[in-house]
């Protein structure tokens, strides 16, 4: 009988114990901020086959020369750029990127509200993709100043910053030694939404 009752003694002290544990680990996680996402890219980037993030659902559909199953600085970019479930505001120099253009375009056809503001010496040159955008149906402002519109920074959904010297071209991505900040700290974010803002009012053709 004492036995029984110190093994009965001895378990409703352990279930007590081990309920106590996941209750002060509920209160410390909830104490903790939540995490929020920080990521530096370097390039020139690896190159490899993006296909599978275009194409997600058929992702061993592709057949290109490239390395398959490999995620590289550029690969990151693009997923950052195509979780995009709302808005995107780019402000970027130069854009002549294909896969770059083509991940905007996919977003469009999402129907992902975008806003492209760009410098406007840069978007008419050769290779430039700002054409393509506009005649999808893409709201683009070139920058009227004297000065060069020579931000290059995303913000998606309001809330992820893209951020750094890469500029939206092939050469940038596969050649440069450039870099990139992507960060949903609203302290950076916030200050980044306010300059789009601005510029955008700044350069509408209405005024
Ligand atoms: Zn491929």
Known sequence: ?????????????????????????????????????????????EMACVEHIFTPSSPYSCFCSLPHGVETSFSCLLRHIMSASSTLDLCVFAFSNMDLSRAVLALHGRSVTIRVLTDKHYSAITGSQIGVLRKAGICVRCDVGSVHMHH????????????????????????????????????????????????????????
Do not use: C, Y
């Not at 050469?171 to 990139?180: F, G, L, R, W």
């Open 1 to 45: 009988m004492t036995v029984m009752w110190t093994v009965k003694v001895v378990g409703m002290g352990l279930v007590a114990l081990s309920l106590s544990v996941e209750l002060l680990s509920r209160l410390l996680r909830r104490l903790r901020p939540e995490r929020s996402l920080n990521e530096v890219l370097f390039f020139p980037s």
């Open 152 to 207: 290059k920074f995303a913000v998606v959904d309001g809330q992820l910053l893209i951020t750094g010297s890469l500029n939206w071209t092939l050469t940038a991505v596969q050649s440069n030694m450039e870099n990139i900040l992507v960060t949903e700290e609203p302290d950076l974010v916030r200050p980044f939404i306010k300059e789009f803002h601005r510029l955008w009012t700044h350069n509408d053709p209405a005024h």
